[in-house]
C-alpha cells in the first residue's frame, strides 16, 4: 500500500527531509550532516529515520547538488568539444564584454576545457537550415579514433546554425555512441537558439557535469530498488518543474539548481494561503544564502543566467547566490574582519560542533550571542560545544581588540550586511524596490538573519512557513513535471506569418508530448504556455511575453508595456522583431491539498522561559518561545527566540510576531504610531 511522499534537499551542510504520511495526514521533517563522500549515504540515512518499508514509498522527489558542486569546484568530467570546421576557437574567444564592467581587476573565467581538447568537423548549415556542406564520414571516422584514444568522459557537439537543422549534430552522435559508452550532448538538444558562444558555453556545462549526475542517479536508483523502491525518483528542475531521474541523466543542466528551486516553489504556493503574491525567498544553510522572488504569485523565471562567469541558455528560476551560511568562516584580512564564502561545511563544520573544527563561523557567533541553544539544536539530535564556539570566537577577537561578544556580533553583522546585497542585486539592481515585498525566509539558518536582513532594507515584514527548517523539500512535493522547449524565428512582428509560427509551436508541442509521455503523463492531461521573445530592431536582448491569443498587435503593446516596467523606457513607434519562440510543457501531478486556514482569534501569550541575548551590544533578558507551543491566533513582541525542531527564528526588539491559521509565523516591525496606541 503507498503511504509516504517524500521531498529531499541536499545542502552544503545538511540533508533535508519531508515526509508526508498519507495514513496519518501528517508531515514529518528530519535534517541529517550531508555525506560528500556519497551524497546517496545522506539521503538514505533521512528516509530511513521514518520509512522501515520503502514498498510504501508513493512518490519520491530529490533536489541534488552533484552537478552544481562539480560544477562550482572545478571537478567534472574531462570533455572534447566538437565543431564545425572554422570554428576551433569559437569558446576560447567568448565575448568581448565585461561581466564586471567597473570591476578593473576583472579576468575571464578559465575555460572548462583547453583547446587542444576542440576538434572540427567538416560540414556546414546555413542560417536558414540548409546543408552546404555534407557531414564528412571519413572525417567522423578519424575524429571518433581520436575521442578513443583521449580518454575522455563525455562529449560535446555544437555545430554552426544546428538550431535551425540538427540532423549533423544527430549524426555524429550515433557514431560517436556505435563506438564510445560516454554520455553526448548536442547543442541542439540543451540550447536550440541562436548565439554560438552561448550555445557552445551551454553544451560544454552538460557534458561536463553529466557523467557525475549519472553517476550520483546510478547509485541512488540502486540503493532505493534495493530498499524495494520500484518506482520512479524524480528530480527537481531548474526551471521549477521535476523530470524523472531518466530525463535528468540526458539533461543533467536542468539539476545545477536544484535544491534552491524548491523553496521558490514552496513560496509560490504560500501565496496561495496567505495572500502575498510579491515575495523574496531567502534560504540560508550552512555554506551558501540563495535568493529568489514570486511576482504576482509566480516564480522569477529567466531564459539566460550567467554562473562563474559562463552564460547558460536555458530556462531556470532567477536565483541569487553568495557564500554566506551557518558555516561561513570568519577571518583577517588586510586589517578587517571578513565573513565567507568559504565554509566549514557539515565536516569538520563549525567549532560548536565539536568534530575538530576550530575556526569562526557565523553558528559559533550566534551561539556565543546566546541566539543558539546548546542543547536544544535540531532537536537536541545534536550538542553544541559552548566553549569550543567561545575560543573560536575569542581566536579572532584577540587579534582586532575587540571583545568576544563585539566579535561574534561584527560577524553576523557582516554576514547580514552580504546577504542584504545580494537582495539588493536580484531587487535594486533591475528597477524592483523590495520595501514592497515580504521576505520568506527558510533554511536551517534563515528564519535566524531574515528579520535582521529586512531592517537593513526596511522590508516590513518576515513570513517563516510552518515547515522553515526544511521548506525546499516541503516546496518540492508541490511541483508538476515540467518541459521547455524554443526555436529560432527572427522575423519582424508586421511580417509574421502566423502559418510558419504555428507550424513551429506544433513542432515543440510534439516534442514536448513524446518528453512527457515518457514521464507518464498523458497526452491529455499536459498543458502548454506559449511565449515569445520580442525586441526592438538592433537591440541585441530581448523581453519574453506571454503569447495567449496569437494576436501580433496584442503581443507588440504588451511588449512595450513591459519594456517600460523592466527599463523605464520604451519607443511605441519603433520596429519590434520576434527572436525566438517558447513552449513550456507541464504534466500535472497529484499535489497534497492544502487549504487556507482562517484565523479571528488573537491571544497575546508568554514565553516558556527567557535566556539572556546579546542585542546592538548589550544583554537583554529574551523570551524563548517554541513553534509546538504556538497555535493560530497567537501574537507577542519582541526581542524573542522561536525555536524549531530544525531551525531558530531570531526576533529584535521593536517587531511583533503572530500565528496565522496554517502556523506560519508573521513578523512586521513596530511602527511609531503602534507604539503611540499601546
Known amino acids: 500500500m503507498s503511504r509516504y511522499k517524500l521531498g529531499v534537499d541536499i545542502g552544503g551542510t545538511f540533508t533535508d527531509l519531508v515526509v508526508y504520511d498519507q495514513k496519518e495526514g501528517v508531515f514529518h521533517t528530519h535534517k541529517t550532516l550531508t555525506t560528500p563522500h556519497n551524497l546517496a549515504e545522506g539521503v538514505m540515512q533521512c528516509i530511513d529515520k521514518y520509512v ?56 575571464k573565467p578559465a575555460p572548462l576545457l583547453e583547446r587542444e581538447h576542440t576538434y572540427e568537423i567538416k560540414e556546414r548549415m546555413s542560417f536558414q537550415g540548409e546543408v552546404q556542406t555534407q557531414l564528412d564520414r571519413e572525417n567522423v571516422k578519424e575524429i571518433v579514433n581520436e575521442l578513443k584514444n583521449g580518454e575522455y568522459d563525455a562529449v560535446a557537439v555544437c555545430f554552426l546554425h544546428s538550431y535551425k537543422n540538427p540532423q549533423h549534430e544527430q549524426d555524429i552522435r550515433d557514431a560517436i555512441e556505435k563506438e564510445l559508452e560516454i554520455p553526448v550532448s548536442l547543442s541542439s538538444d540543451i540550447a536550440r537558439e541562436w548565439r554560438e558562444y552561448e550555445r557552445v558555453s551551454t553544451t560544454i556545462i552538460n557534458a561536463y557535469i553529466a557523467p557525475i ?8 536508483e540502486l540503493e532505493m530498488m534495493e530498499k524495494g523502491f520500484d518506482k520512479d525518483i524524480y ?76 552564460p547558460i541558455l536555458s ?12 558555516g561561513s568562516i570568519a577571518y583577517l584580512e588586510g586589517g578587517g574582519l571578513r565573513v565567507g564564502p568559504k565554509s566549514a561545511g557539515s565536516y569538520p ?60 556580533e561584527g560577524i553576523c553583522d557582516i554576514a547580514n550586511a552580504k546577504m542584504a546585497d545580494a537582495i539588493r542585486n536580484l531587487t535594486v539592481k533591475r528597477g524592483i524596490d523590495p520595501r514592497e515585498f515580504t521576505i520568506v525566509a527558510f533554511g536551517g539558518a534563515g528564519p535566524m538573519h531574515a528579520v535582521l536582513i529586512a531592517d537593513l532594507l526596511d522590508v516590513g515584514k518576515v513570513l517563516i512557513p510552518d515547515t522553515s527548517g526544511t521548506f525546499s523539500a516541503w516546496g518540492m512535493l508541490q511541483t508538476d513535471i515540467r518541459f521547455d522547449t524554443v526555436r529560432n524565428y527572427v522575423t519582424v512582428l508586421n511580417d509574421v506569418k502566423k502559418n510558419e509560427m504555428q507550424s513551429l509551436y ?9 518528453m512527457l509521455n515518457q514521464q507518464h503523463i498523458p497526452t491529455d492531461q499536459i498543458r502548454f504556455q506559449k511565449s515569445v521573445d520580442i525586441r526592438y530592431v538592433g537591440q541585441e536582448y530581448t523581453v519574453n511575453i506571454v503569447n495567449e491569443s496569437d494576436d501580433l498587435a496584442e503581443l507588440e503593446e504588451r511588449f512595450h508595456t513591459t519594456h517600460f516596467d523592466i527599463y523605464g523606457h520604451n519607443n511605441p513607434n ?66 524573542a527566540i522561536i525555536e524549531d525542531k530544525n531551525s531558530t527564528i531570531v526576533v529584535p526588539p521593536s517587531f511583533s510576531i503572530s500565528v496565522d491559521g496554517n502556523r506560519n509565523i508573521a513578523i512586521s516591525k513596530i511602527t511609531i504610531k503602534e507604539v503611540e496606541l499601546v
Not at 506544433?506 to 513524446?514: A, G, L
Request: aromatic share 6%; charged share 20%.
Open 52 to 107: 522501515k518499508d520503502f514498498d510504501e514509498i508513493e512518490y519520491f522527489v530529490h533536489g541534488t547538488t552533484s552537478g552544481l558542486n562539480a560544477f562550482l569546484e572545478r571537478k567534472g568530467a574531462r570533455v572534447a568539444l566538437l565543431v564545425t570546421e572554422g570554428f576551433r576557437d569559437i569558446y576560447e574567444i567568448g565575448r568581448a564584454n565585461r561581466i564586471e564592467m567597473y570591476n578593473i581587476q576583472y579576468s
Open 213 to 220: 549526475v549519472n553517476k550520483y542517479l546510478n547509485i541512488l
Open 506 to 514: 506544433n513542432e515543440m508541442e510534439e516534442e514536448s508530448i513524446t
Open 315 to 326: 530556462p531556470m528560476v532567477n536565483i541569487h547566490t553568495v557564500g554566506a551560511g551557518g
Open 235 to 310: 528530480i527537481m528542475q531548474s526551471n521549477g518543474g521535476v523530470m524523472t531521474s531518466k530525463v535528468a541523466k540526458q539533461l543533467p543542466l536542468q539539476t545545477l539548481m536544484s535544491g534552491p528551486v524548491g523553496g521558490t516553489i514552496g513560496g509560490v504556493n504560500l501565496t496561495k494561503l496567505t495572500g502575498e503574491k510579491n515575495l523574496i525567498c531567502v534560504d540560508m544553510g550552512g555554506t551558501s544564502f540563495d535568493v529568489s522572488m514570486t511576482i504576482d504569485g509566480e516564480p522569477d523565471v529567466t531564459a539566460e543566467t550567467i554562473m562563474e562567469g559562463f
Open 574 to 639: 519603433g520596429i519590434t522583431e520576434i527572436v525566438n519562440i517558447r513552449t513550456t510543457a507541464l504534466g500535472d501531478l497529484e499535489k497534497i491539498g492544502i487549504t487556507k486556514i482562517d484565523s479571528n482569534s488573537k491571544e497575546l501569550i508568554e514565553p516558556d522561559h527567557t535566556r539572556e541575548i546579546v542585542w546592538a551590544g548589550s544583554v537583554q533578558k529574551t523570551g524563548v518561545y517554541a513553534t509546538t507551543d504556538l497555535t493560530s491566533g497567537n501574537h507577542f513582541e519582541g526581542p
Open 349 to 408: 563544520g563549525p567549532a560548536c560542533y565539536g568534530n575538530g573544527g576550530t575556526k569562526p563561523t557565523v553558528t559559533d557567533a550566534n551561539l556565543v550571542l546566546g541566539r543558539i541553544d546548546a542543547n536544544n539544536f535540531l532537536g537536541g539530535d545534536l550538542v553544541l560545544d559552548e566553549e569550543a564556539a567561545y575560543q573560536a570566537v575569542k581566536s579572532v577577537a584577540d587579534q582586532i581588540g575587540l571583545s568576544v561578544e563585539e566579535t561574534a
